[in-house]
């Protein structure tokens, strides 16, 4: 027999034993669902992060007290974040000396106060901070006027009750259909006139982008109180954007601004940076983190289930080679070899674990894509993923149908042809 009748001789068993075969294949089928909802969930994350990153600014480097993702230990009010809160300030001069580096493009001093109420005619949304900028900042930290206009210098020179907001607010504030433009909104005790609408960018790790108000740096300074402390403190102090020239790598600008920020800041050559240096690669590190958790996990289920659809598998194989040990020893009569037995039950396992992955793969993409329809995580199945899953459902059939195959070639003929 050759290898496609093989499989049609196995297809028409599958179709005559649904239920048995079902039962039979439903630890491959699982175990491969898993994998194909699992991998598209955390590729379409993927590929949804590095868009927001890249929006953000992939070379834009963030000089701030405190380092991003690896807070102190102790908590917030520990002694080790009162020394940190305790660091000198940032100030505009600091930002004007790291301009002048030669792999430093732009560089911008900013600030940004707790969390207030922004109002427009009774409607009220919460935003988690107002940020203060200059039009260098909008620059750097690729932030785009959708709708109105930047900052200009008189805005930040004569500190304009003038603001800048993101699309939620717009939504959240406005009718369907206003036009935000030149409306004034309330920001605590203060009036503030919308000039420009940044174009969306969605959210990052659970923080909504596109919730926020910019506002002149100088205006700014009516929210920040000058004796305010506590924890606080630390994050509504000013800090420095900058962004790398293009030719030059982060690397290069990193390396570059922590030697001038040492000298300018007065640490001795035994003394650890009163200063971090932040990028958006340390927000990668801390999502591939979480994202290669969740990639463990599912490779333990996935295998559990494929030990189970695999033990599965022989245990069917032995039975059908019982139930045919009478066809066997005819095959063998007429001049069948035991090479071509034992391949023709190979053939027989893979091609059911095979069906048990093609089923897995769709039920996997169409699971992937209801999470993303009714989730806020994202989904896209990479093709590469479904050749992973029908190829290690293969892989599963040839080898706990060894076994079986094996038994089945070794069967004596003239017992074979006695089995009743």
Not at 402 to 419: C, D, G, M, Q, V
């Amino acid at each position: 027999m050759q290898p496609l009748m093989y499989i049609k001789t196995v297809l028409i068993a599958l179709k005559t034993q649904k239920l048995r075969t079902f039962l039979t294949t439903l630890g491959v089928i699982i175990g491969v669902m898993t994998v194909i909802t699992m991998m598209s969930i955390v590729e379409g994350m993927n590929k949804y992060v590095y868009t927001v990153l890249g929006s953000l600014g992939t070379n834009t480097i963030y000089i701030q007290k405190f380092k991003w993702m690896m807070g102190p230990s102790g908590g917030p009010g520990s002694k080790e974040w009162r020394e940190i809160a305790k660091r000198k300030d940032f100030t505009k001069e600091d930002a004007e000396v790291i301009k002048k580096l030669p792999f430093i493009a732009q560089a911008s001093l900013t600030q940004s106060t707790r969390s207030q109420k922004v109002s427009y005619r009774g409607q009220d949304v919460d935003v988690s901070g107002i940020e203060g900028g200059t039009p260098e900042y909008l620059d750097i930290c690729n932030y785009e006027v959708e709708k109105g206009r930047t900052f200009v210098e008189t805005d930040v020179s004569l500190a304009r009750n003038v603001g800048i907001v993101g699309t939620y607010l717009v939504d959240n504030l406005f009718k369907k259909g206003e036009d935000p433009l030149g409306k004034s909104i309330s920001i605590g005790r203060y009036k503030f006139t919308i000039i420009g609408i940044l174009k969306e960018k969605g959210n990052l790790m659970g923080q909504n982008m596109d919730n926020t108000v910019i506002i002149p740096l100088s205006t700014l300074k009516k929210f920040i109180r000058p004796r305010e402390g506590g924890f606080h403190s630390l994050f509504m102090s000013p800090s420095i954007v900058a962004r790398v020239k293009e030719g030059h790598t982060v690397q290069q600008a990193l390396d570059a601004l922590e030697e001038l920020l040492r000298q300018r800041r007065g640490c001795k050559f035994n003394e650890d940076n009163n200063f971090e240096l932040n990028t958006q690669q340390m927000i990668l590190e801390a999502y591939n983190k979480i994202t290669a958790g969740i990639f463990i996990a599912m490779i333990g289920i996935a295998s559990l289930s494929l030990l189970v659809g695999g033990i599965g598998i022989m245990n069917i194989m032995l039975v059908s080679v019982t139930e045919r040990t009478r066809e066997i020893g005819i095959r063998m009569a007429i001049g069948a070899k035991r090479k071509g037995i034992l391949f023709q039950f190979l053939i027989e396992s893979a091609t059911l674990t095979g069906v048990g992955g093609i089923i897995g793969v769709i039920l996997g993409f169409g699971l992937a894509k209801l999470v993303a329809a009714f989730t806020p995580l994202k989904a896209s199945t990479p093709l590469w993923s479904i050749g992973i899953g029908i190829g290690f459902s293969l892989l599963v059939g040839v080898f706990f149908g060894i076994y079986p195959a094996f038994r089945a070639s070794k069967l004596n003929p003239i017992e074979a042809l006695r089995y009743e």
